[in-house]
């Protein structure tokens, strides 16, 4: 029974995100569609286990809160006319998605595209914009984006509460919006697109270091942008960015779980796939003038992809890059990647230099990749036991139990003796 429940949430897991953006888009309303959606699934963990998974189980879930709709809007306006008129809507929007070819469907008529440029209105903080996509596309618990922001849970709920309200009182048009408005609202699509790629990339807790589902929708939401957008430049850096990432992914993870770093990756395992695909796009990404984050940041994705080892790896140009980056958006996180890339390129005490004066200035000090980069590199100079301290504060801060599991290892073979509780 446990095994059939597996398999109705991982169906329920592939395909939330769809099936929310037509139910919001046919309710008008984020709540009602998500608890139809909850329904739905409820319904599932029945029936599919007695009678079988059905051949499209999309179509069944959307059916089924489709059905678990009309029931609530017959109970709240207490009028038949009104849910048979909701029941028709529904079955026309479920039945013209269900007939959409994913790989053909025009960007502008895509649901989770219309989703996306709803929740990131600029009339929303940006805090609000990412959290609502987080929690509507991603499918993220509240105490998941709670966690990514390092908020407390009740003050993300609040949160999301207030930009679903914003969303209804203010009569947010649920489209994409025409050329006109593009170009203001194309920026915050972007970030808010690359925010949840990350968290599929790199989890920010959960027991697993990759969320796949969640770096795939991201990854086809940046297509469907490219469709929408051919003669823009902008969002083609973007995509070749997050293909180029992607594509390490199998590679990123041992058969045990464990994190396998860059440098130690087995690049067999690389997807040429999607490095052929995303390495053109950067070529194009760059022809802009001046390129902007997305681009230069692709472009070193770029130079990893093309290196046949990490010995082999260009780090200078790397290092070049970062600075390049930091220039155009200055980061603390910038900086602490180009230090590591200045270690790789100059050794590790050139890049330990650049990371004690960024940790001296306290901007990342909750970051726990400053800690683990610097513990890295005082593990290569042989300075043990401050490696130990540093991996201890690593540990502190990481959400992560896949990274987790790899400080803690880390930690023992520089300092045996030691335990994370001393």
């Not at 290092?319 to 180009?338: C, E, G, K, Q």
């Amino acid at each position: 029974m446990d095994g059939d429940a597996s398999a109705v949430e991982r169906v329920f897991k592939e395909e939330r995100g769809r099936i929310l953006a037509t139910l919001i888009r046919v309710l008008g309303d984020f709540d009602h569609a998500e608890d139809a959606l909850a329904a739905a699934l409820e319904a599932a963990l029945r029936q599919w286990p007695r009678d079988g998974q059905p051949d499209n189980p999309r179509a069944w879930l959307l059916r089924a809160a489709r059905n678990r709709a009309v029931d609530d809007q017959r109970r709240r306006t207490r009028a038949r006319r009104r849910a048979e008129t909701l029941h028709d809507a529904v079955t026309v929007g479920a039945s013209e998605h269900d007939a959409a070819d994913e790989d053909s469907v025009d960007a502008v008529s895509d649901d989770r595209l219309r989703l996306i440029f709803t929740c990131c209105h600029p009339a929303l903080p940006l805090e609000a914009q990412v959290a609502l996509t987080l929690r509507t596309l991603g499918g993220l618990s509240t105490e998941e984006i709670a966690r990514a922001f390092l908020v407390p849970t009740v003050t993300m709920a609040q949160r999301l509460v207030r930009a679903k309200q914003k969303i209804r009182v203010a009569a947010i048009p649920y489209h994409v919006p025409d050329q006109a408005e593009l170009p203001e609202r194309l920026s915050a699509v972007m970030a808010v697109l690359y925010l949840v790629f990350n968290e599929g990339y790199a989890a920010t807790s959960g027991d697993t270091l990759v969320r796949r589902e969640l770096a795939t929708e991201a990854i086809r939401l940046g297509r469907l942008l490219c469709q929408l957008l051919p003669a823009q430049p902008r969002p083609r850096g973007l995509l070749a960015l997050m293909l180029l990432q992607d594509a390490r992914r199998e590679a990123r993870v041992g058969p045990d779980g464990e994190v396998v770093l860059l440098e130690d990756q087995d690049r067999s395992l690389w997807d040429r796939a999607e490095i052929d695909e995303g390495l053109p796009l950067v070529e194009e990404a760059l022809r802009a003038r001046p390129p902007d984050s997305y681009a230069l940041q692709a472009a070193i994705a770029a130079l990893h992809a093309r290196a046949p080892s990490a010995r082999e790896t260009d780090w200078a140009q790397i290092a070049a890059l970062y600075v390049a980056l930091h220039t155009l958006t200055p980061s603390p996180v910038v900086r602490l990647n180009h230090a590591v890339a200045v270690a790789f390129a100059d050794g590790p005490a050139a890049g330990l230099g650049l990371l004690d004066a960024l940790e001296a200035e306290k901007s990342l000090d909750g970051y726990h990749l400053l800690h683990a980069a610097r513990a890295d590199l005082l593990r290569r100079l042989g300075r043990r036991a401050e490696a130990a301290v540093a991996y201890r504060a690593a540990l502190d801060r990481v959400g992560n139990q896949a990274e987790r599991r790899f400080l803690e290892r880390r930690l023992a073979a520089v300092f045996p003796s030691s335990t994370t509780g001393d």
